[in-house]
């Protein structure tokens, strides 16, 4: 082969193991938490319910909303916008 051919094939690796270094870098922070983000704060899920081995409910709390989720294998799906009431507000 040539040697043109072994850099360009040389080039062409760095570039990939660098987009490989930078999506494993993403990944670490979207678990851990971006700085300055509000992890855990603007969305929490408040009770989970499964119905079957598929099917299952889950109330959320984003940010001064609560939501009543229903999620199965076509999807999560909003089923309602719930009121506040005084026992959640507490806890």
Request: proline share 2%; hydrophobic share 50%; net charge positive.
């Amino acid at each position: 082969m040539n040697a043109s051919l072994w850099a360009l094939y040389g080039m062409k690796l760095a570039i990939v193991g660098a987009l490989m270094a930078g999506l494993y870098a993403l990944g670490f922070l979207l678990r851990r938490g971006l700085p300055g983000g509000v992890r855990g704060r603007a969305t929490r899920i408040v009770e989970a319910r499964m119905l079957s081995t598929q099917p299952a409910i889950y109330i959320v709390r984003a940010g001064s909303r609560r939501l009543l989720l229903g999620a199965g294998s076509a999807g999560v799906r909003l089923l309602a916008e719930l009121e506040d009431d005084e026992s959640e507000t507490t806890a």
